[in-house]
């Protein structure tokens, strides 16, 4: 049975966070090892909090930053420490359903993918499902436009992320991490089934109308390395995809 890591960056959701981690505990795949990268110093309570519930699983393990560095750092740090030949990933306030690890494990041996994403349901704080999301497989020209993957529903080989890692962006840090891999000709091939619960927090830092602008445009202007007026044009594209979503 093949190794699955799974890469947690932990910044103050602890309102959510244990739910996460027996979403992620009562998989019915077993072979995994559930990466806890925590990225909150000076939240001492959170830190014993989190270690108090490892304590139920010795899959768990937890890295501590000494600083706050980020998800997307937090996500590089917790793959370099990783074992695994597959790389899951999970936000700290979003779940799984119980079958999702071992679904999509068997989907990429079976065709032989090395990157898979899946459809998901939008929740709010109180678990009630606001929206879903389709995932559809997709190249690079298709990315460009619109973010169509969600984090937490994304596995794929360990081998693909050898030159290819997250980059220090507050937002989008994964949105760039996609495109790198789609300009390298690998495929997002998608599975229909939602097997992940997104959490949408009005108070989160992905809900920031002006960083998530601000870092779209950076995405385009200093990691595809468009004009001026190219990257404007992508990013008014993106905020109207998104908009129609």
């Known amino acids: 049975m093949d190794l699955i890591s799974i890469i947690l ?55 501590v930053n000494k600083k706050n560095i980020g998800a997307g750092l937090s996500r590089n740090k917790g793959i370099k420490f990783s074992k695994g030949k597959y790389i899951a990933f999970i936000d700290a306030d979003d779940l799984w359903k119980k079958n999702k ?54 596995m ?23 495109l790198k891999l789609a300009q390298k000709n690998y495929n997002f091939y998608a599975i229909k089934q939602a097997y992940t619960y997104w959490r949408s927090l009005k108070n989160s830092l992905s809900s920031s109308t002006i960083q998530k602008l601000t870092d779209g445009y950076r995405v385009y202007r200093y990691h595809l390395k468009q004009t001026i007026f190219k990257s404007l044009i992508s990013l008014m594209v993106l905020s109207i995809n998104f908009l129609k979503k």
């Open 9 to 63: 960056p932990y910044y103050r959701k602890k309102e959510f966070i244990k739910k996460t981690i027996f979403s992620v505990i009562n998989q019915t795949h077993k072979r995994f090892e559930l990466i806890i990268v925590f990225d909150d110093p000076v939240k001492k309570d959170d830190l014993r909090y989190i270690r108090d519930i490892s304590k139920t699983d010795k899959r768990i393990k937890i890295l």
């Open 101 to 154: 690890l071992s679904f999509q494990l068997r989907f990429m041996k079976n065709f032989n993918h090395d990157i898979t994403h899946t459809s998901y349901k939008i929740i709010n704080n109180r678990q009630k499902t606001i929206g879903f999301r389709k995932a559809k497989d997709l190249k690079f020209k298709d990315l460009t436009s619109s973010c169509d993957i969600g984090l937490s529903t994304v």
């Open 156 to 178: 794929l080989k360990k081998k693909v992320l050898k030159k290819n890692l997250f980059v220090n962006l507050r937002t989008k840090e994964d949105y760039v991490l996609w």
